[in-house]
């Protein structure tokens, strides 16, 4: 990766990180395995770099790969959510 690509990364990193944080932190539950998530991803992302053509691209490789894995205990009508106390409907309903 050349010095411009490494750039463009650090650039990236710096603009959305804390989306990515707040995504990672609804995808597990608690800050610390939030972070963990985050970094791996970020480390898969900078390997693949140079294959993203476009900054957008980067995000659905990001937060594409997250949601499309199953996550034990997360989802809608896990019972995890709900002992976390989050509705399992929306309000009102």
Known sequence: MDEQAREDFRSYV???SPALLRTAYLLTGNRADAEDLLQTA???TYLSWDR?????AST???VGSWSRR???GVGA???STRRRGF?????GT
């Open 87 to 91: 509705p399992s409907s929306p309000a």
């Open 60 to 62: 659905a490789t990001c």
């Open 77 to 79: 009508g896990s019972t």
């Open 52 to 56: 993203i053509r476009e900054r957008e």
């Open 14 to 16: 710096t603009a959305r």
């Open 42 to 44: 970020l480390a898969k």
């Open 70 to 72: 199953p996550r034990s």
